[in-house]
């Protein structure tokens, strides 16, 4: 599946500047982590599972990833897109757990982008760019904060991926300090 059929997809089903938004970012995070972990061979893969993880949410938000894995497969989508996209809704709406490290990654920092940027929001620069860790921590505590964020699902993905919660905070801040002005640039574009 090409960059182009998948954004093709996904706006078919979502139209909402947010949701578009947050999909553009956690396939850049998602690039960013497939290069840092040692799969840069497959960044492609990893940016489009990041894409269309949310596919179904903005029509369908009762069946997230449920939908998802019917309109991916009723559109010939490859079965370990299917899969990947549909884990990161392990536990909350659907039985598929996350395997590969790619899934685990998704559903670890997908959550997490969405409290990074919340973070981002309330700063003075409205960037991650000069965001620190310890920031983005004691937001993290502060559960009246990006209270749609689930922490525990956040938590549950560091436990996943065998990494302590400051370790998957601060890779994935630097994914999104690193991917910020592409995410910019194709937000502004929409």
């Known amino acids: 599946m090409t960059r182009d059929e998948a ?4 706006t078919e089903y979502n139209k909402d500047h947010f949701h578009l938004q ?17 799969f840069a061979d497959e960044a492609d893969k ?3 599972v990041g894409l269309l993880h949310d596919l179904d949410f903005e ?3 009762e069946e997230h990833c449920i939908k998802e894995e019917q309109i991916m497969r009723d559109r010939g989508v490859p079965e370990d897109i299917i899969h990947a996209t549909c884990s990161h809704g392990y536990g909350i709406t659907v039985d598929i757990q996350p395997e590969h490290l790619m899934e685990k990654v998704l559903f670890a920092a997908d959550e997490l982008t969405g409290l990074i940027g919340a973070c981002a929001l309330v700063r003075p620069s409205k960037s991650v760019s000069d965001m620190e860790l310890k920031s983005l921590k004691k937001k993290y505590k502060s559960p009246a904060f990006a209270a749609g964020c689930s922490r525990e699902v956040i938590q549950r993905g560091a436990d996943m991926l065998g990494w302590d919660l400051s370790e998957l905070m601060d890779r994935t801040l630097q994914a999104m300090k690193a991917t910020e002005a592409e995410i910019a640039e194709q937000v502004a574009a929409l």
Request: negative net charge; aromatic residues 18%; glycine residues 4%.
């Open 46 to 48: 990893w940016a489009i």
């Open 22 to 38: 947050h999909a553009i970012t956690v396939e850049a995070v998602m690039r960013w982590y497939a290069n840092e972990l040692g």
């Open 59 to 61: 029509m369908y938000p």
């Open 7 to 10: 954004w093709a997809l996904l």
